[in-house]
């Protein structure tokens, strides 16, 4: 059977915690456990998902239907299908303390891009999984594919950006089942019940790549004004096999403009605004399919050039692993990255690093190495 089927036996080890005490209103008989009807909407998938070993119950004797999970179970969920792999170092997060319970799968999951936090410094541990994360989720551990049309559900404007893609994947392939009519109800937390209905019809429909130790899409981004970042984004896309993309100022910049010495010139009259945004030349095609993005970029006046901040504002990041990096022959990284990071949603940014001009290969390579990035080849 699919790779779903190694998802039961893990799962049960997060959420075993999870069992409350329950009504009986079915003998064992009809569906296995006692809280569970044998003509409940979701009857067939607990059934289904039992017997495929996709899912068990909470107890012996019940499944606790509507009980929710949390962020930090999920992660564990993950986490322990992947194997349990061996990870360094500590994740972003302010509000997941080194050695809590869930600290090694939220650190594996956040760098395989699976799980990411809310922004701010938070990943929310102990919060409930709610439909449109679980739906992202599978959809991610899908391969994130393409949707294959807009999806039919009617609060389709409630969705939050980056879930779009995914819940219209789940309409159109009959993953997430609505929670009646057509609504897909984002906001509200997935139940057992739901979270084993749309893990039957993924294991029926989908042929899946729920392998999540199978490597993240990268792609390298740069502004490079006087070709001193360049080649470091190079060496970067290099060593991890990823796409390059160069951010080309639609009016370049001239010696002139490149003037710091000179209050009016161009440079310095945008770095003096914050609000400047220099337009830019091209664009990234199918932003979607990244999972993680480098940014690097020159330090202006101890910030990131300005069309970097247009580039950050021209896509979605919702869900993303950000990687900035800098360079700079006396400044340091500063506020430059936590600056940027205000200008997206949902994105998991790790720590940045600067780096001087003429930075070796291999200096580079080894710090990319350090980040434990779990990467395939684009």
């Given amino acids: 059977m699919k790779n779903l089927k190694c998802l039961a036996a893990l799962m049960m080890a997060a959420i075993l915690t999870l069992a409350l005490p329950v009504t009986a209103f079915a003998s064992l008989e009809d569906t296995g456990f006692s809280d569970v009807s044998a003509d409940s909407w979701y009857a067939e998938a ?28 999920l992660a564990a969920v993950l986490y322990r299908i992947a194997g349990s792999p061996a990870v360094t170092g ?56 393409a949707a294959g049309g807009n999806g039919n ?75 001193t970042t360049k080649p470091l984004a190079e060496y970067v896309a290099d060593s991890l096999g990823a796409d390059i993309y160069e951010i080309v100022p639609q009016t ?60 950050l504002e021209s896509y979605d990041f919702g869900g993303k692993t950000i990687v900035p990096f800098c360079t700079s022959n006396s400044s340091g990284m500063g506020s430059s990255a936590q600056n940027l990071h205000s200008l997206t949603n949902g994105a998991n940014w790790l720590d940045g690093q600067r780096f001087s001009g003429g930075t070796s290969r291999n200096a580079m390579v080894d710090w990319v190495n350090s980040l434990g990035l779990d990467v395939t080849a684009s």
């Fill in 153 to 227: 559900y009617s609060d389709a404007s409630a969705i939050s950006a980056y879930a779009a893609t995914a819940a219209a994947w789940a309409s159109v392939n009959g993953i997430v089942r609505p929670t009646s009519g057509s609504m897909f109800s984002p906001k509200a937390n997935a139940t057992r019940a739901q979270v084993a209905d749309a893990l039957m019809n993924y294991d029926r429909n989908v042929d899946p790549v729920i392998t999540p130790s199978g490597g993240a899409r990268v792609l390298v981004a740069y502004f490079s004004a006087t070709n």
């Fill in 46 to 73: 607990v059934v289904y998902c039992r017997e495929h070993s996709l899912m068990f119950g909470a107890s012996d004797t019940a499944f606790a239907p509507e009980n929710d999970l949390t962020r930090a179970q």
């Fill in 90 to 145: 500590r994740d972003v997060f302010t509000d997941t303390p080194d050695g809590a319970w869930y600290a090694d799968a939220v650190l594996w999951a956040s760098r395989q891009n699976l799980v990411s936090g809310y922004g701010g410094g938070l990943f929310g541990p102990d919060d409930p999984v709610s439909r449109e994360q679980m739906t992202t989720i599978l959809w991610r551990s899908a391969g994130s594919p």
């Fill in 252 to 311: 370049p910049y001239t010696s002139a403009d490149l003037n710091y010495g000179n209050s009016s010139s161009r440079t310095t009259v945008e770095m003096n605004d914050p609000d400047a945004r220099p337009a830019i030349s091209g664009s990234v095609e199918n932003m979607e399919q990244y999972d993680i993005v480098f940014i690097g970029y020159p330090i202006w006046w101890g910030q990131a050039p300005r069309i970097v901040s247009t580039f």
